[in-house]
């Protein structure tokens, strides 16, 4: 198998000693069907044992891996050094402290993630000795938000975060419209208060990085945008008298 030499520009800082970040020039001897995520824990391995990021899967499931590649958020073991050129620069996410060299803080979008109440939440008593039965159907319309594996990248990509960091953001967002279109879930007004804030889907440009940086084509930004619809329905349902509009 043909190898290519691989020069890895990698950002590092450790804030109990760095006055500032600063970049570190490794050269990789890289196989074609490498990753980059191959080439970083070669890097890792060989070169410099110090050097402190996060991974865990290797299969695109865990989400722990995602960097700035060349500037763009990606998960390093989906982007593959057959496809880069011989100079690559590397860099924790955007729009995030760094901790330490290639691992960020997340506190922020965990907490927010807890916020939008990501759960189903009934109201009627569930029916004794009985299952909640769910068609096909019903499960075709949320399920494509239920691919999120919080990588992060959709909030280094998106430019409301970064002017913003009140902004909820797009996963945690997403992640509350998976259960209000859930059929099986009546807790979409409780969430409403959340999402219709000012801070909520109404912050977002609708740019679209979002759903362009996403390795699991989940979407947010169409996601918001239904919000937008639904929170207006809502908001009207309300003013009318009518009913809330939890299933």
Wanted: aromatic share 10%; hydrophobic share 35%; charged share 25%.
């Amino acid at each position: 198998m043909s190898t290519r030499q691989l020069e890895l520009e990698i950002l590092r800082y450790d804030p109990e000693k760095d006055e500032a970040p600063y970049f570190q020039n490794y050269s990789v001897p890289c196989q074609d069907d490498w990753a980059i995520l191959d080439a970083v824990n070669y890097v890792k391995e060989n070169l410099d044992t110090t050097l402190a990021y996060r991974w865990s899967c290797h299969m695109m499931v865990c989400g722990s891996c995602g960097m700035m590649i060349n500037g763009d958020p990606k998960l390093t073991c989906k982007t593959f050094v057959r496809d880069l050129p011989d100079k690559v620069r590397i860099e924790p996410l955007e729009n995030f402290p760094i901790e330490r060299d290639l691992v960020v803080v997340l506190d922020d979008v965990i907490e927010k993630l807890q916020r939008v109440k990501p759960y189903i939440i009934r109201k009627d008593p569930a029916p004794e000795n009985e299952e909640f039965n769910q068609p096909r159907s019903a499960l075709m319309k949320f399920k494509q938000y239920t691919m999120c594996i919080n990588c992060m990248c959709c909030y280094s990509a998106c430019p409301q975060y970064g002017l913003n960091p009140d902004f909820i953001g797009p996963a945690a967002l997403a992640l509350a419209h998976r259960y209000n279109i859930d059929s099986r879930d009546q807790g979409k007004s409780e969430r409403l208060d959340i999402l219709a804030d000012h801070d909520g889907v109404w912050d977002c440009s609708f740019v679209g990085a979002c759903s362009e940086v996403c390795p699991k084509s989940v979407d947010p930004a169409a996601a918001l945008q239904q919000m937008k619809v639904d929170g207006t329905m809502e908001w009207w349902k309300r003013k009318m008298g009518f009913p809330g509009g939890d299933s």
